[in-house]
């Protein structure tokens, strides 16, 4: 079973950066949209970012301006710089990415902590 290894997660203090970095375990057939998704402790998990093939994003309004998706579509891989950090930027963070078969993969998610 084909999963997405995320790392980059950490411990940063508030307008600090973090880069998150997303790559299949082994070979997906056609992924189009990859993305990164959220889960603040104690709330639902959220869209944060998505990039499509052709380099098209879309972010969520809370993360614009001090987010940026970018994505090596040779190395199946997506990146998320995270600067200025805030408090409220703390969760797990969740790789995704579907296959044009419309498969959907997750990662197990890593973990960003913002202190103050």
């Known amino acids: 079973q084909v999963q997405l290894v995320e790392s980059g997660g950490g411990l940063v203090q508030t307008g600090g950066s973090l880069r998150l970095s997303c790559a299949p375990s082994?070979?997906?057939?056609?992924?189009?949209?990859m993305g990164w998704y959220r889960q603040p402790p104690g709330k639902q998990r959220e869209l944060v970012a998505s990039?499509?093939?052709?380099?098209?994003?879309n972010y969520a309004d809370s993360v614009k301006g001090r987010f940026t998706i970018s994505r090596d579509n040779a190395k199946k891989t997506v990146y998320l710089q995270m600067d200025s950090l805030e408090l409220e930027d703390t969760a797990v963070y969740y790789c995704?990415?579907?296959?044009?078969?419309?498969?959907?993969?997750w990662g197990k998610g890593t973990l960003v902590t913002v202190s103050s």
């Open positions: 082994g070979s997906i057939f056609g992924i189009n949209p």
């Open positions: 995704n990415a579907r296959s044009i078969t419309g498969v959907n993969y």
């Open positions: 990039i499509t093939i052709s380099g098209s994003t």
